[in-house]
């Protein structure tokens, strides 16, 4: 057996990590009050594995032959629990279905080649063979892009790049290295770490995402101010096709015609398998702090981020929470550690006495990254700034808080199945002129599927990765099912008014989450009709057999 | 008739206005010395339109009809002038060829639509009754983008976007403007400027060059530092397609599968006509200054300019030039102004006591952009990199000589054409690990082809545009042909010398002019077997019947 490591079947992470209410003592509240349902009682907890009625892998003999002899017999399985990992990524919906047992349809084997070589001689007896080829990296995709359509007839092969998890060269003078795609984040940092530099790609996913399945979706980090998205880290990269290998070099910028580099990121294995890339990385920054501040309200946190985009200071993160987030963050925090020493000195009784309407604080996060005289200057800017809206500075200890507990939200969704309630996220982008009109509409939006379903829900936001132009706003949601109606049917209603209330109001299907299965209803509404149309022609002069990964990114009557 | 202005039939700019090497005494003897030509004497003169013999109009009497009808009979021109103005760009081999009256296939006729409704229509009529479309913006692309193809049997009808030429609204908030695609730099700029803005890009062609055309040719501005290229300051976009039309909203960043808005940009016409986009606009800056510095070497100018990319600062532009375009500068400034100043004070003479070879002096400048504070910083940050370098600072007189000149150079090829000498410019990008190999191996390839014509030649360089992990390398060249072969032959022998030096030592065919005819035969060299056979995949789905502006951005053999 390979000893690529996978996440729960069943879950966020790894086994024996979990979100941990006991230490907060005001989580519980918040939950009653905001879905209603209690968290302290007895919970329930995910199905055992053996219950699973898990369909029989329907690997042709001579296929499997033919993997095992280009990979080796241990690198080759159709070992169940092997096969559920690679079923399903992590979204709501997948994690749903799978702690349901319901299993329509799973990678028929896993295949784990070493190299790129190997990934050819894959792909092109797979694609021979008439069979789906599906890449899989950490698995942690929320958007439906890695699982096998229920209908799917043929041979599905899931392509683990678990082994190709290498830092290969470190160009110091341009700051640049070449790293193999299935490298999860936490392994690549490391290895880049430990010789002094960093990408500074984090996101939400880091530790169980791959830097080739951030290629493929069109990743977003927490510090893109700084570091940029994805899209602008990688320079180039080698993809296996059918048949042949795409090699893009290293370029700062180029004007070679439409963009073969922009048409890999964002393919989601519909184009072939990314191997590797030629990343941007940083000298590790001489000073690095995140402090944490307080605005009276939504409305004046994004006018201060905004300002901070046209400023002259250039922080690496901007991030601020709407009021229910800031509520959320303040019932999550440990007992008298961080936000709460403030607190209980009072603070926000000065607030208060200072006008602030409690129920409307807003948090806010910045980082700071550079020489002392860089940072210095920004804090200083983004200082006058947040005044200039009112706001006030908290300081650096709940901002080393937002630091440690950054990656922490993904375990809430398992945290939440197992006492009954469904949470999910849905993130978007637009123009700061309409950030507002976004926000506004889509919690309105929410509020009425709520009603619609009749449940009792919630929805929180925060806005981040800032732009020139614009913002990403991403918000989470909850709420328990009704018991009389499918729980994924009413989690539809919610999620399709969040969608489409992106849309309507000028931003997009999703800033950083990719499209899968899950956005593709709405993507001749984001980028017109006309757009689904080259995108249709890219993808199926390319992969006219729809062998690979077909079902992502294009609504299905748009298939060829 | 249209009353578009247009350039020169034969050269660069307006008629009127050209070089001028009166009042530049140093000019005269450096050509001499470099190229031994004197451009003292009488100078030959582009031929009189009336020797051309330009091949009459085929435009179909009913294709006619259509297109009067659609845009209005003063919109549609098969004059002669007009039909010469639109067969070339003015690159080398452009300007020689139109000066010959080596006319093969010239624009059947000229149509100059009002709006986006008049260009559908135009499209669907040429598309409909199978003949070929080029669009035209300024007519400055030096690539070989725009000329109908010489074996080119159909009919051919030039798409002149001249009348889309305004600023048609600015979202302060966001910072975007929706902009036609038809509109010259100095238009565009004149109207946001007028209302407090800019877009801040200046390519070289910016008087003469249009929003759709760098768009579709992926352009990069002078300050790109700052601003960005093209393609991030570009962020939605109209196009023209046949029987439809595609809209990308404005968006800060998008996670919608492969780029739609990066297949436009750099289409050069091959999908369809732009017709507007949401760009980025800045209000002006508090401060903006250019400061010339002087380096020992090129080496150390290119070190020092890698420095300032991973430093705190943020200049907006970084410029240097080498030994020999630095004496290049210093020949064409006025008598006693600008540098020559500071020169006649000996300064020259103090840097030899220095011990400075003054063969090898290096000139740089660098912009400098917003509040006081970041100003002061950048300057300072900058000041050091340059002293660890062994550089000095020259001050803000030779700086604003820059500013003046900056869009002068093009000029020059025409001046030269006149007194029988060939001039024209390549440029690539590649990371700054290997700029000093592109730039050694470069020259000593445009050497060796010299030697291999048979002429005295030159060739110098500046970097611009400078990113986090390399930068571009701008190179000029100039020699006077023999008489005994044709001069494109001599010609081409030059020019491919230096592609194929970029692509040899890991830089790109073109860092922002284009592929067109005259680069495409690079592609497969440039972005790989495999990315060409995606972009045929494209443009051959959403073209099938080649209508759209045949023959650029691929090698001939690739055609479908």
């Avoid at 968290?39 to 892998?57: C, K, R």
């Avoid at 683990?160 to 790293?179: F, W, Y």
Wanted: glycine share 12%.
């Amino acid at each position: 057996m390979s000893d690529v490591v996978h996440q729960k079947w069943w879950g966020w992470g790894v086994e024996g990590v979990a979100f941990n209410p006991d230490n907060k003592p005001g989580f519980a509240p918040f939950v009653r009050k905001v879905i209603g349902i209690d968290v302290t009682g007895p919970a329930g907890s995910p199905p055992s594995f053996d219950e699973l009625d898990v369909p029989a892998s329907r690997l042709p003999d001579e296929l499997g032959a033919t993997l095992r002899r280009l990979v080796g017999d241990h690198q080759v399985t159709t070992d169940d629990m092997d096969r559920v990992v690679h079923t399903y990524g992590k979204g709501l919906r997948d994690l749903v279905r799978v702690r349901a047992g319901d299993l329509p349809r799973v990678p028929d084997v896993i295949v784990y080649p070493a190299n790129e070589d190997e990934v050819r001689a894959v792909v092109d007896a797979v694609v021979g063979a008439d069979a789906v080829l599906i890449p899989f990296g950490g698995g942690s995709n929320i958007s439906g892009s890695l699982t096998p359509q229920a209908d799917e007839d043929r041979t599905v092969v899931s392509l683990d790049l678990g082994r190709l998890n290498r830092v290969l060269e470190i160009d110091s003078d341009a700051g640049l290295a070449r790293v193999q795609a299935g490298g999860l984040g936490p392994d690549l940092e490391e290895q880049l770490t430990e010789r002094g530099w960093t990408m500074g790609h984090q996101p939400d996913s880091f530790k169980h995402s791959t830097l080739g399945g951030w290629i493929a979706t069109r990743s977003s980090g927490m510090q893109s101010d700084k570091y940029g998205d994805i899209a602008e880290i990688v320079r180039g990269l080698t993809a296996v096709l059918p048949g042949k290998v795409l090699t893009l070099r290293p370029l700062p910028s180029t004007s070679t015609g439409p963009s073969v580099r922009e048409m890999i990121l964002g393919s989601e294995g519909r184009l072939g398998v990314i191997t590797e890339a030629w990343v941007h990385v940083h000298r590790l920054p001489e000073n690095r702090e995140v402090i944490a501040y307080l605005f009276p309200n939504w409305a004046a946190g994004i006018a201060a981020m905004r300002d901070i985009s046209v400023s002259d200071a250039t922080p690496s993160i901007t991030r601020v929470s709407d009021a229910n987030e800031t509520a959320f963050s303040l019932a999550t925090r440990k007992e008298s550690k961080g936000l709460s020493s403030k607190v209980g000195e009072g603070l926000f009784e000065l607030l208060r006495r200072r006008g602030w309407d409690l129920e409307k604080v807003c948090i806010s996060y910045i980082g700071y990254e550079g020489g002392s005289a860089k940072v210095r200057a920004d804090k200083s800017e983004v200082g006058k700034i947040v005044g200039e809206h009112g706001g006030i500075k908290l300081g650096k200890g709940p901002g080393a808080m937002y630091d440690q507990k950054k990656f922490d939200t993904p375990y809430l969704r398992d945290f939440l199945l197992d006492r009954g309630a469904l949470g999910d996220v849905s993130e978007t982008a637009a123009p700061w002129s309409r950030l507002g009109e976004v926000y506004v509409s889509t919690v309105r939006a929410a509020k009425k599927a709520y009603e619609e379903v009749g449940v009792q829900g919630f929805i929180m936001c925060h806005l981040s990765h800032s732009y020139h132009s614009g913002a990403c706003l991403y918000f989470t949601f909850a709420f328990p099912p009704r018991e009389d109606t499918p729980e994924l049917e009413q989690y539809d209603v919610v999620k399709s008014a969040i969608q489409q209330s992106f849309i309507d109001h000028g931003g997009t299907l999703s800033h950083h989450h990719g499209v899968g299965t899950d956005h593709a209803p709405w993507m001749e509404q984001d980028i017109s009709e006309a757009g689904v149309d080259l995108m249709v022609g890219l993808l199926s002069s390319a992969d006219p057999g729809r062998n690979l990964n077909p079902g992502t990114l294009l609504p299905p009557e748009r298939e060829w």
